[in-house]
């Protein structure tokens, strides 16, 4: 079987060199992009890890401010009466009847 490049023995000098500078070309070219997209790509990942750690403090953060305010609200609000609560059950099932993308209804225990 014939090597699939035996067709450059029988060019000229000339076209010899040709093709020998089109291969450094693509050789070079390919090294390059290569290169430049792991060296990219590096970037890109260093960059995505340090947002995800700070995302993660933030959420951190978020969360003991979530914590703390839950805390707060419990230690100033009174515990609402039985009628208080009956009244803004009343309440919030009339939202739901009236803006129902807002205030979903509950599904009625059959």
Do not use: C
Request: no cysteine; aromatic share 12%; hydrophobic share 40%.
């Amino acid at each position: 079987m014939a090597s699939p490049f035996a067709f450059i023995r029988n060019l000229s000098r000339e076209r010899k060199r040709l093709w020998g500078i089109g291969a450094s070309i693509f050789v070079v070219g390919t090294t390059f992009k290569f290169a430049y997209f792991q060296f990219s790509r590096g970037l890109m990942v260093d960059d995505m890890d340090a947002r995800h750690l700070r995302a993660k403090a933030h959420l951190e953060e978020s969360r003991r401010f979530a914590q703390w305010a839950e805390k707060d609200r419990n230690d100033r609000a009174p515990e609402l009466t039985d009628d208080q609560r009956k009244q803004l059950q009343a309440y919030l099932e009339l939202m739901a009847t009236f803006n129902p993308d807002v205030h979903p209804v509950p599904p009625k225990a059959s």
